[in-house]
């Protein structure tokens, strides 16, 4: 008994796990009104969670218009059910466009990331989880110089999570990593008017469950380009149990699932498929597609523009 009694005390003076702080962006000034630019409250809630060695940004239900939110590591953002983040139309909300070099070699977009409503900049340890909305339709599309023109870029990035949430019009790219490695993307819900998901010169990615409805332009797709100005394969992907289509653009998040194909600038109707290349400067290696379902669109492309190697593609059911 005196050995449990002491073993007890022990346990209870000694120094506790904490876990992770988490910072409500509300508590910061945010309005969630959909009417207030919440950008300057939303990022100081990140640099708080960030200036005590991180945690988790939380977002309780509402609609949150902004510019450039800027991620930073160890951080997660976290979505209640209900919670909306509006891209703004004022296009000097967003963070100005980074020089880059190489941007001679490819299409503006892919060759920026900061002027995006959401990015991250060789940061690790990042989470964007929870049940919410992106809504970039005031984001501008393909061929944008300044202002917003993606929703979500990465560049050289690790240890990625995005889980869960939605994004309804994504601007040029719905989602953007490139040079990413060690990335989980699960759960997800893109309907947008060009590239839902371009995975370039990344490794170890895995995206599952997700369903992706992109008419005008590819569902997912992996690249090996010029951004970074650097050789950098992709390689070691899985994607498995997705769903792609090429519905009108909104028809799959609300379930209407329109095929009336109307847009004007893809002659060969709906695109919403999965594909390897376009951009293909470097190797494709390593590559599992499998359990996949392909609705109103084009399906399945590979695709060696630029010269690639495409090696050890496993594409199955």
């Given at each position: 008994l005196l050995v449990c009694c002491a073993a007890m005390a022990l346990s209870l003076g000694a120094p506790q796990a904490t876990r992770a702080a988490v910072f409500d962006v509300k508590a910061f000034g945010a309005k969630a009104d959909g009417k207030t630019l919440d950008r300057a409250a939303i990022n100081q809630t990140i640099d708080a969670a960030v200036?005590?060695?991180?945690?988790?940004?939380?977002?309780?239900?509402?609609?949150?218009?902004?510019?450039?939110i800027r991620l930073r590591s160890n951080i997660t953002l976290q979505f209640e059910h209900g919670t909306v983040i509006e891209a703004t139309a004022d296009m000097t909300a967003y963070d100005?466009?980074?020089p880059n070099p190489w941007e001679q070699y490819d299409e503006f977009g892919h060759n920026h990331w900061h002027n995006s409503l959401i990015w991250g900049d060789e940061v690790e340890n990042v989470s964007i989880v929870g049940?919410?909305?992106?809504?970039?339709?005031?984001?501008?599309?393909?061929?944008?110089?300044?202002?917003?023109?993606?929703?979500?870029?990465?560049?050289?990035?690790?240890?990625?999570?995005?889980?869960?949430?939605?994004?309804?019009?994504?601007?040029?790219?719905?989602?953007?990593m490139t040079g990413v490695d060690n990335v989980t993307v699960d759960n997800l819900k893109i309907d947008s008017n060009?590239?839902?998901?371009?995975?370039?010169?990344?490794?170890?990615?895995?995206i599952s469950n997700c369903s992706v409805n992109s008419p005008n332009d590819d569902a997912i797709v992996l690249k090996a380009g010029h951004a970074l100005g650097l050789t950098r394969p992709t390689e070691n992907v899985t994607i498995t149990n997705v769903f792609v289509s090429g519905y009108e653009v909104g028809s799959l998040l609300d379930g209407t699932y329109k095929r009336t194909f109307t847009q004007a600038n893809d002659r060969e109707g709906?695109?919403?498929?999965?594909?390897?290349?376009?951009?293909?400067?470097?190797?494709?290696k390593n590559i599992t597609i499998s359990n996949s379902v392909f609705d109103h669109c084009r399906g399945l492309a590979i695709e060696s523009?630029?010269?690639s190697h495409i090696e050890g593609i496993a594409i199955s059911n």
């Open positions: 200036a005590a060695g991180g945690g988790t940004v939380f977002f309780p239900a509402g609609t949150y218009l902004t510019g450039s100005a466009v980074e049940d919410g909305l992106i809504i970039g339709k005031a984001l501008r599309g393909r061929g944008a110089g300044e202002g917003g023109n993606k929703s979500l870029a990465l560049r050289l990035c690790r240890n990625v999570i995005l889980r869960d949430f939605s994004i309804l019009f994504g601007g040029h790219f719905g989602i953007l060009f590239d839902s998901m371009d995975v370039d010169n990344c490794r170890n990615v895995r709906p695109t919403g498929r999965i594909k390897i290349g376009t951009e293909s400067e470097e190797d494709f523009v630029d010269g």
